[in-house]
């Protein structure tokens, strides 16, 4: 199983960017799916999710900002993310979880002032 994220990048506070996450290869039974990053010297976060039930959940801190969506004919999950802040500067991962978990190699994202 390979997991690969995309469309990271550098950009301005306030401005939008859209990540997209593609599994490809055997997933039994994925359980719950989402998006999570990490910034320097701080733990990995979950940023949003698709809980098992197929509802969405966010964190507090990207409410109202960012949205998930997915592509299950794809094994696929994007994270639209608008009104940007320098605080979403992070590495974004996106996983997928069966009886096993599955990690991407991430994707920067830079938000700058």
């Known amino acids: 199983v390979q997991v690969v994220e995309s469309g990271g990048g550098l950009v301005q506070a306030g401005g939008s960017l859209r990540l997209s996450c593609t599994a490809s290869g055997a997933i039994f039974r994925i359980n719950d799916m989402g998006w999570y990053r990490q910034a320097p010297g701080k733990q990995r976060e979950l940023v949003a999710a698709y809980e098992s039930k197929g509802n969405a959940v966010y964190s507090d801190s990207v409410k109202g900002r960012f949205t998930i969506s997915r592509d299950n004919a794809k094994n696929a999950i994007y994270l639209q993310m608008n009104s940007l802040k320098p605080e979403d500067t992070a590495v974004y991962y996106c996983?997928?979880?069966?009886?096993?978990?599955?990690w991407g190699q991430g994707t920067q994202v830079t938000v700058s002032s």
């Open positions: 996983k997928f979880r069966g009886p096993l978990s599955y």
